[in-house]
């Protein structure tokens, strides 16, 4: 398996002309940097390195600041996420009701770890904390799909409705 840091940024003209324009109108805005850097989110699905350069030089923000914020708050993420993205809830609820062991299905099902995307950008997956559903533990969803009161049988029927 190859891991999702080695896949290649492969950025478009379309999506760099979007970013230009949210920074063009940021620019010299004091507290800028965040709603920029929600947006490039938005536009590109994660926060590479190079959308962290194209940032960085657009707003005249050092690299290092902008990487700090990246990597500090927990909304921002550094890795590609797939088209369907896999959330496995590990709150108190969940992981006492058995997740621990549907993450670790998916996980075999899908060869994926925790945090990554398959080579191919179809799915990702990650461990999330309490999603609010906890009278349906043990959760997951996927993109907007919730799926819960699950068992170890649900998980092979419902990653073949994405697999199609």
């Not at 709603?35 to 536009?43: F, G, Y």
Request: glycine share 10%.
């Amino acid at each position: 398996m190859v891991a999702n840091n080695t896949i290649p940024f492969n950025g478009t003209p379309e999506q760099e002309a979007r970013l230009s324009a949210v920074i063009a109108r940021h620019k010299g805005a004091r507290g800028a940097l965040i709603p920029v850097l929600h947006e490039a989110q938005e536009i590109y699905g994660y926060l590479p390195i190079e959308v962290q350069k194209m940032v960085s030089e657009g707003l005249e923000v050092p690299l290092a600041e902008i990487y700090g914020v990246v990597t500090f708050y927990t909304q921002f993420t550094t890795k590609p996420k797939g088209e369907y993205k896999i959330a496995v809830c590990l709150g108190t609820a969940c992981y006492v009701k058995g997740s621990g062991d549907i993450i670790d299905r998916i996980k075999a099902r899908i060869g994926l770890e925790v945090g990554d995307c398959t080579p191919d950008g179809k799915f990702s997956l990650d461990a999330t904390r309490c999603i609010g559903a906890c009278g349906l533990a043990p959760v997951m969803t996927v993109n907007d799909d919730v799926y819960g009161r699950l068992s170890l049988d649900d998980i092979d029927g419902i990653l073949d409705n994405y697999m199609k």
